[in-house]
């Protein structure tokens, strides 16, 4: 029965039972943690004979003679950059490969906008208060860099199709302050929404007010399909390219869920001249990056038949443990009325939608009880959930038997929560 169809009878045994089942949880001293989309342990030993693959000088070779024990190549190895390519759907000559991190490079990327800026404008911390678009829910981390730069943020509805461009277009037209948007086009954090075709064509033909206003487009899990049907994003350099605004795009790609998140590698690919003022920047931070893990993963893969090969491996152990997440959610709360969630083909995130006004309990309630979940609000700029009902979950890291355990909890404190509101609700009507 939807629970707020129930009299103040029923609701006062349902919330009786629910505790009675939350305390006999919180007796266990459960430690499970689900806050952030970490891949399993199993998963990191998939890449372990990539270690392997340097083991003598002759080894340390790149295909052009040089050494990758040395110095040079700051756009990384020709073999990387194609890799990176093929994942972004961009010609080599667009990729500048970095570090293990695709954060930093967008952080390094704002950073650079900041002291010097693009298209001949000034610096982005020399034109006074400036805006960035946030569509949300979305990635926390994204949302943490503007915010480290004073930059304010403008919270966008997310649709089932991606960002309202309705409202994006809007903004992004009539307000030169507004300098960029975030967005996670394939499997987006935390909802696992791969945004439509036209989505994708009307941010290609976006007018901006501002001439240097940047897309930012942190393509993460590109490869990350979990289903024999995968979602398709349409190629968005093309389009931008159709579009004649190449000095739209900065795409960000990374093998951290590839390979190893600690010691990965990442890629940002952009037009020419976007390309080329972060090239300068670049040059005075390193005289090159790990040339030498590029040349492990470029060994061990050999190309993008090899990553997709990876990633059916990554599929088998991560497909049970989404399946096991949906399942629970429409055993425990279907039809209750308490919650809505979405169902991925791919990434690393289910986003749960519980009662307004209750996100908040059910993250410390499942606290109390020994299971750690991303804090409520932190898909949204500042950490504010205009209605506190959102939830990001990762069933990535956690075995099966864990994982089970933390769902129980995870139903258990939804429909406690919702009880009380209903709850309170009765009493003061």
């Known amino acids: 029965m939807d629970y707020q169809s129930m009299s103040k009878p029923e609701l006062l045994k349902e919330k009786e039972k629910l505790q ?41 070779l790149a295909s052009t003679g040089d050494d ?21 759907g961009v010609s080599p000559s667009n990729v500048i490969v970095g570090g293990n991190s695709s954060l930093n490079m967008m952080f390094d990327f704002i950073s650079c906008a900041m002291t010097h800026g693009f ?13 960035f678009l946030c569509p949300s829910p979305g990635y926390d981390r994204h949302f943490s860099v503007t915010e480290y730069f004073g930059i304010e943020m403008i919270t966008i509805p997310m649709k089932s199709y991606g960002p309202d461009m309705d409202i994006v277009e809007a903004l992004v037209s009539s307000d030169e302050r507004i300098k960029g948007i975030w967005c996670v086009p394939k499997y987006s954090n935390p909802q696992g929404l791969t945004y439509s075709d036209q989505t994708v064509r009307r941010f290609a033909s976006l007018k901006p007010r501002a001439k240097d206003f940047k897309i930012m487009w942190d393509n993460a899990y590109c490869v990350h399909d979990l289903t024999d049907t995968p979602d398709q994003l349409l190629n968005f350099y093309e389009e931008c390219e159709k579009a004649g605004n190449l000095d739209l795009p900065v795409i960000f790609a990374s093998t951290s869920k590839v390979t190893f998140p600690g010691a990965g590698v990442a890629a940002m690919a952009a037009g020419p001249d976007t390309l080329s003022v972060f090239r300068e920047h670049l040059s005075f931070q390193t005289i090159g990056p790990d040339k030498l893990n590029q040349l492990r993963h470029i060994n061990f893969f050999k190309d993008i038949g090899g ?19 949906n399942r629970m959610l429409e055993e425990k709360l279907g039809g209750l009325g308490v919650a809505t969630w979405t169902k991925p083909n791919g990434g690393y995130f289910v986003s749960v939608d519980v009662c307004e006004g209750c996100a908040k309990r059910v993250v410390s309630l499942c606290k109390e009880a020994g299971v750690v979940l991303t804090n409520a609000g932190a898909t949204y700029p500042y950490g504010k959930d205009p209605k506190d009902s959102n ?14 355990q933390a769902m129980e909890l995870f139903c258990i404190s939804i429909k406690l929560a919702a009880a009380e509101k209903f709850l309170a609700e009765n009493q003061e009507n």
């Not at 491996?313 to 096991?324: C, D, G, Y």
């Not at 939830?391 to 089970?404: D, K, N, Q, V």
């Open 68 to 88: 990758c024990r040395n110095y040079g190549m700051p756009d990384g190895l020709p073999e990387m950059r194609a890799l990176f390519a093929a994942m972004m």
């Open 307 to 325: 990553i997709r090969e990876q990633m059916k491996r990554h599929r088998a152990i991560l497909e049970p443990k989404f399946q096991l997440v």
């Open 119 to 131: 298209k001949g404008e000034l610096p982005w911390a020399k034109q006074g208060p400036i805006k």
């Open 20 to 60: 009675e089942a939350y305390d006999a949880f919180k007796a266990q001293g459960l430690k499970l943690n689900m806050a952030r989309g970490k891949p399993s342990l199993q998963q990191l030993d998939l890449s372990m004979k990539m270690l392997d693959e340097l083991t003598s000088t002759s080894d340390m």
């Open 391 to 404: 939830i990001r979950l990762a069933p990535t890291f956690p075995p099966l038997s864990e994982l089970e």
